[in-house]
């Protein structure tokens, strides 16, 4: 079943588990996601990000997603990950999606609350549920502490957006780390003391279990899964190619492989974030 943001989001942080948000690129990832989800009765999030919309069209996406889970039984939200432009905001609440990101992250922070807040006017008429980041996550691999999230500002720009989950840097970083991953538990505490709504990390790829099982009770529902993803499925149709590759190989052979390798990262994070059995 397709449900929003806060159907999901609000159980887990009172429960003290967090939900997946894996990122996907076409067919097959969705299958992957919804196959992992489904086994394992866990909540689940589908990320489609803004910057694959050339590849993928916007109401395409949806019409897949919305079909494949229909008969899902698990919560399934379809949710438009890392916009920047309210534009493609509009388009994924027209096309059926039930969860939208606004990212202002790169401006100061009015900047940020203004966008922010035109997101929210364009989505809640529509029952779609918003998500905003503060702070900001770098693609260094290299996490940026002066760009960490001020837990002052969080309190700031939540009451004055009424988002329904919030992003916040504390460490994690897009795409894969350079040196040893480390979060700012510390920092994430302080915000989650007055931040009551659920809390969301970006780059969660790579981040050692041992960190993300504590970051979880400090207010984190959402986690975001992306160049694993992209990396296991990859690494599936090299390994393929190289023991069975052959004239006669055919494509479906290699959407096989990297489906079924995906299906194993997303039971993976299902398994620690605790989400199991949740559904």
């Known amino acids: 079943m397709i449900v929003d943001l806060p159907s999901v989001l609000v159980k887990a942080r009172r429960g003290g588990y967090a939900v997946g948000a894996f990122n996907v690129y076409n ?12 086994e394992l009765r ?28 229909q008969d899902s039984p698990v919560p399934v939200v379809l949710h438009l990950d890392h916009a920047n432009r309210l534009e493609s905001i509009e ?17 100061p922070l009015e ?4 966008v922010t807040k ?14 905003a980041e ?14 960490f999230t001020d837990p002052a500002e ?6 004055r957006t009424g988002v329904d989950a919030l992003a916040v840097s504390v460490g994690t970083v897009h795409g894969l780390y350079k040196g040893k991953p480390t979060l700012d538990l510390e920092r994430l505490a302080r915000i989650a003391m007055d931040v009551h709504a659920p809390l969301v990390l970006h780059g969660g790829s790579g981040v050692p279990e041992d960190l993300i099982r504590k970051a979880i009770p ?21 390994a393929f190619l190289s023991a069975k590759g052959n004239e006669n190989t055919r494509l479906e052979e290699l959407m096989v492989e990297a489906r079924n390798a995906m299906v194993g990262v997303v039971k993976r994070y299902i398994e620690f974030f605790g989400s199991a059995g949740k559904a």
């Open 27 to 38: 067919l097959e990832t969705v299958d992957a996601v919804l196959a992992g989800a489904g």
């Open 42 to 69: 866990s909540p689940v999030i589908i990320a489609f990000g803004e910057r694959y919309l050339k590849n993928f069209p916007i109401r395409a996406v949806a019409a897949v997603v919305r079909t494949m889970a």
């Open 91 to 107: 388009q994924a609440i027209g096309a059926g999606f039930t969860s939208v990101m606004i990212d202002g992250s790169k401006n």
């Open 111 to 114: 900047e940020n609350i203004a």
């Open 118 to 131: 035109e997101a929210v006017a364009l989505a809640r008429p529509k029952g779609v549920s918003v998500e």
């Open 134 to 147: 503060l702070g900001r996550i770098t693609r260094t691999g290299v996490a940026a502490e002066d760009l």
């Open 154 to 159: 969080a309190v700031e720009f939540m009451k």
């Open 218 to 238: 400090l207010g984190v529902a959402k986690l975001n899964i992306n160049t694993e993803m992209s990396i296991e499925g990859v690494n599936a149709v090299r």
